[in-house]
């Protein structure tokens, strides 16, 4: 597993095939939450688990799954909501119950 503190706000995230995920907002405890204001957020905060690190390629976090895969499981926290059970999604890397 990646180094914890080398996750830093605002660093870009990449899946491994390159394409753009989103933007660190910060670290909720072994979830990376992803700004919900980055353009591919449509408005929503989005986590990815730390599981799903690959590397810290300078200021980017590289996962080590595609970018679709990543948004397949992902975890949503809608604006203006707090934690919900559709925030299970993203916990659990490859389990069924990962997806949008």
């Given at each position: ?30 979830r990376i939450k992803l700004t919900k204001t980055d353009p591919a957020a449509g408005g929503e ?56």
């Open positions: 597993m990646v180094d914890r503190g080398s996750i830093r706000e605002h660093q870009d995230v990449k899946g491994s095939d390159g394409g753009h995920v989103g933007t660190v907002d910060h670290l909720d405890g072994d905060h989005h986590f990815l688990h730390l599981d799903s690190v690959d590397r810290i390629d300078g200021d980017t976090v590289v996962l080590n799954r595609t970018t679709a895969e990543a948004r397949d499981e992902w975890g949503v926290e809608t604006v203006g909501s707090g934690p919900s059970e559709g925030n299970a999604h993203g916990s659990q890397p490859g389990s069924p119950t990962a997806g949008p």
